[in-house]
């Protein structure tokens, strides 16, 4: 009996001791977790995930001279965001606007585009008219310090087209046929945000569409960039080529990653983007009021390409600096970072060229120009160049 009695107390006491040690540990595992959800909760906030889905967008009540401003679209805009491009012209975009194909460039503009092409079918490419040649002769020089001896100038008038054979660049040139332009271009240099000026841009998207319908990696840049490093090219499609799913790589407007720049880009000629320049060229047309920057950012917003996906990558703002970061904000600069381009927008006229020289990023001797506009106009084309190599020596006319 006494046997069995302490046979029950030691069980009990046992079950006790289990029983208490469980409660410890659940305890403990509580006030774990709950100091982790506090720790946790601190560091993120609650909308992190809502902050982070943006689309491309701008106020719609900005002003042309903010540096945050891109006319982009309207945040009340009333059509829906979500609307694809396709042929139901009851979504708004107009039917077909996708083409399937076009045709096939003349026999020499096609040969200089292939005597331009690099690896992986990389083309550099410009498009400028006339009055921009001293910044397109600057561009050239850059491209020349930085061993990059490939590149197009897509003219968007004769005169550059012819100014630039005669000075040995008829190999890097091509006139733009008519029938991928939409409208007729000047040749005079056009203020920012005038008429003309909307033109010249919209034009750029739709070279750049044609050359998406050759299979080629476009690598655009405005004439108004300096590049200043090597390897450029190699290090933007590399950016484009890491992942599969990546379609474009952009430079930045302003500095809050919200809207992009469109004179630096690298492209794919995939499904995804041909249907981004057609959206652009859409709204371009049917709204004079937008810049092409403006129209590719709202098509952007209306084909949901958004900065967390894959789709789009933006360039460092700092080592890849718009005109209000570098020259505006300083911010390259205090830092000490040396950039591997310098685009000089956000700014006008003259002022862009005095802001480059100030930063010994102009290479090109005034004079010189001159001599070569006065040979142009008076038909003299007596010292007219044709060579890559006689090209090459004309070079040394051209740096200051």
């Not at 690598?219 to 200043?228: C, E, G, K, R, T």
């Not at 830092?335 to 310098?342: A, F, H, N, Q, T």
Request: aromatic share 10%.
């Amino acid at each position: 009996m006494l046997q069995k009695l302490t046979y029950r107390k030691t069980l009990i006491v046992s079950i006790a001791l289990t029983v208490g040690i469980v409660l410890v540990v659940l305890n403990s595992s509580a006030l774990f977790t709950e100091r982790q959800y506090t720790t946790t909760k601190s560091r993120v906030p609650a909308d992190y995930m809502e902050d982070q889905q943006q689309p491309f967008q701008s106020d719609s009540n900005a002003n042309p001279t903010d540096p945050w401003y891109c006319s982009c679209y309207s945040d009340t805009d009333t059509e829906d965001a979500s609307l694809g491009l396709g042929e139901d012209a009851s979504a708004g975009l107009g039917p077909s606007i996708v083409p399937d194909t076009f045709s096939k460039p003349p026999d020499d503009m096609l040969t200089k585009i292939n005597d331009n092409l690099q690896d992986n079918r990389v083309l550099i490419v410009a498009a400028a008219n006339y009055g921009m040649r001293d910044h397109v002769y600057n561009w050239i020089e850059s491209l020349k310090r930085t061993n990059e001896p490939k590149f197009l100038i897509l003219c968007l008038d004769d005169q550059l087209y012819q100014h630039l054979a005669q000075t040995g660049y008829e190999q890097h040139a091509a006139t733009i046929p008519d029938t991928w332009l939409h409208q007729k271009i000047d040749a005079g240099f056009e203020e920012y945000y005038t008429q003309k000026y909307r033109i010249i841009t919209h034009a750029k998207t739709l070279v750049v569409q044609q050359l998406l319908y050759l299979d080629i990696n476009v690598l655009f840049s405005d004439v108004d960039i300096v590049w200043l490093k090597p390897r450029i090219r190699e290090q933007m499609y590399l950016f484009l080529d890491m992942r599969s799913e990546t379609h474009v790589v952009f430079q930045q407007e302003g500095s809050d990653q919200k809207n992009v720049n469109s004179g630096f880009y690298i492209m794919r000629p995939s499904e995804k983007m041909k249907r981004l320049l057609a959206a652009t060229i859409y709204f371009g047309d049917q709204n004079g009021d937008l810049t092409q920057q403006g129209a590719l950012n709202k098509a952007m917003g209306y084909l949901d390409l958004r900065l967390t996906t894959s789709d789009v990558i933006l360039l460092d703002v700092l080592h890849w600096p718009n005109g209000w970061i570098y020259f505006t904000n300083h911010y390259t600069k205090s830092l000490g970072i040396e950039p591997y381009i310098v685009h000089a927008n956000y700014l006008v006229g003259e002022d862009k060229k005095n802001k480059l020289r100030e930063d010994n990023f102009w290479y090109v001797d005034d004079a010189w120009l001159i001599s070569m506009d006065e040979q142009l106009n008076s038909g003299k084309n007596d010292t007219t160049i044709t060579t890559t190599a006689a090209a090459t020596n004309e070079t040394s006319k051209i740096k200051m």
